[in-house]
């Protein structure tokens, strides 16, 4: 449904996924708007990064953590960052958005991860931050998709499919 201020749209996330596993810690719960209108999910393409409510994001994070180090890659903090060094393709896992619907947005590694770059040395840093109470899923997120917004039926509907967006220009 479309957000109240009319800047972000709201959403029913169901659960994640991460590479393979999927997160039973992680409930549609976590991410539901209160009767008080505090809460729940909304895709914002002003938003640079994805940000998951507390809740579940020290969830994500302990699967992410465990499928780095599952694959033998090392976690370091870099400018207050969760990172891996020089990791090998292989290692960085997907992340897979559920929604209520039984639609799914699966987030390609080099999305769910970010490079960062520090006296020359290379990092892959959690491309996603925790938030007190809304979850937030931003531009970095949703790069190579298109979403349609259809506003004008009595029950908005929010569409999606995978695209390379570097050929609009071509």
């Known amino acids: 449904a479309p957000a109240e201020n009319r800047e972000a749209y709201f959403v029913k996330l169901a659960g994640i ?21 505090t809460g729940g999910c909304v895709i914002d393409i002003g938003t640079k990064m994805t940000s998951f409510v507390h809740a579940a994001y020290v969830h994500i994070e302990q699967a992410v953590r465990q499928h780095l180090e599952h694959h033998g890659a090392h976690i370091v903090v870099v400018r207050g960052h969760k990172c891996v060094q020089h990791p090998a393709a292989h290692v960085l896992p997907s992340m897979t958005l559920h929604f209520e619907n039984g639609a799914w947005l699966r987030i390609l590694p080099e999305h769910v991860f970010m490079p960062l770059v520090v006296s ?9 931050v925790s ?13 190579n998709h298109r979403f349609i917004f259809d506003l004008h039926d009595t029950i908005p509907i929010m569409s999606f499919n995978a695209e390379d967006c570097h050929l609009e220009g071509a």
């Open 17 to 37: 996924t991460i590479g393979v596993n999927r997160l039973r810690s992680v409930t549609p719960d976590m991410f539901r708007r209160t009767a008080h209108g």
């Open 131 to 143: 938030s007190t109470d809304l979850t937030v899923i931003g531009a970095r997120q949703q790069v």
């Open 120 to 128: 020359g040395h290379h990092y892959q840093c959690l491309g996603f």
